[in-house]
């Protein structure tokens, strides 16, 4: 569960996620885990709070079904990772400059498509993991999106990190994207954004085993 609350020494709302009895260990005992949404709006505050509340409960998903087969290292890398991120502000400082100028939308168009991209690394972090743990590596490590194991397992994490790329590829991203994002706007603003949706190219996924190197 998660709420947000206005900090009674602060003048800016805060988010709250009480973490699962089970997985308090994880965290060093921690019952709830405290965000500051930096911002004394209340509106502003819920959003945000929303977005934590997405990348909590995913944390949460991973260790309820990966945490009890993980080293302590790649579980405490794996919380300070999603713990330490910054939600991104650009766009919420653009959106406070006035009207929607040519230059702003711009600017959320590169805010989106980073975003999406650091999304996308993450995702291909988490499934790459657990498939390394489901053959029984526990010695892993990352820089990033570059990843590392010992010498003997180097050849299993680059199939296995093909296998997550050609995974997560295999859908229409972009579609899954939109049809969550816009799940609430009326149905002819979906449809004129559908619109304006760039075309899917061939991505040949069948290439990628064969593939030196790989960049997710």
């Given at each position: 569960m998660s709420t947000v609350f206005?900090?009674?020494?602060?003048?800016?709302?805060?988010?709250?996620?009480?973490?699962?009895h089970r997985l308090q260990p994880y965290f060093k005992g921690r019952?709830?885990?405290?965000?500051?949404?930096?911002?004394?709006?209340?509106?502003?505050?819920?959003l945000k709070s929303a977005q934590w509340t997405a990348r909590i409960h995913q944390l949460f998903l991973t260790?309820?079904?990966?945490?009890?087969?993980?080293?302590?290292?790649?579980?405490?890398?794996?919380?300070?990772?999603?713990l330490e991120v910054e939600l991104d502000e650009a766009e919420d400082a653009r959106a406070l400059a006035g009207p929607l100028s040519d230059d702003y939308r711009e600017g959320?168009?590169?805010v989106l498509s980073d975003n999406s991209i650091h999304s996308?690394?993450?995702?291909h972090l988490v499934i790459t993991m657990n498939k390394l743990l489901d053959e029984g590596v526990g010695r892993f490590a990352?820089?990033?999106?570059?990843?590392?194991?010992?010498a003997s397992d180097m050849g299993l994490l680059v199939r296995l990190t093909q296998g997550a790329f050609m995974e997560l590829h295999k859908s229409n991203i972009m579609e899954s994207f939109f049809e969550t994002?816009?799940?609430?706007?009326?149905?002819?603003?979906?449809?004129r954004l559908r619109q304006s949706m760039?075309?899917?190219?061939?991505?040949s996924l069948e290439h990628v085993p064969d593939a030196p190197y790989l960049f997710s």
């Open positions: 206005h900090h009674p020494k602060r003048k800016t709302f805060y988010h709250r996620s009480i973490v699962p019952q709830q885990l405290w965000r500051s949404l930096k911002t004394e709006d209340k509106d502003e505050a819920i260790l309820k079904k990966q945490g009890d087969r993980m080293t302590d290292e790649q579980r405490e890398a794996l919380v300070t990772h999603w959320v168009w590169h996308l690394d993450a995702a990352c820089v990033h999106d570059s990843y590392l194991t010992l994002s816009c799940a609430g706007l009326p149905k002819e603003v979906r449809e760039p075309e899917q190219r061939g991505l």
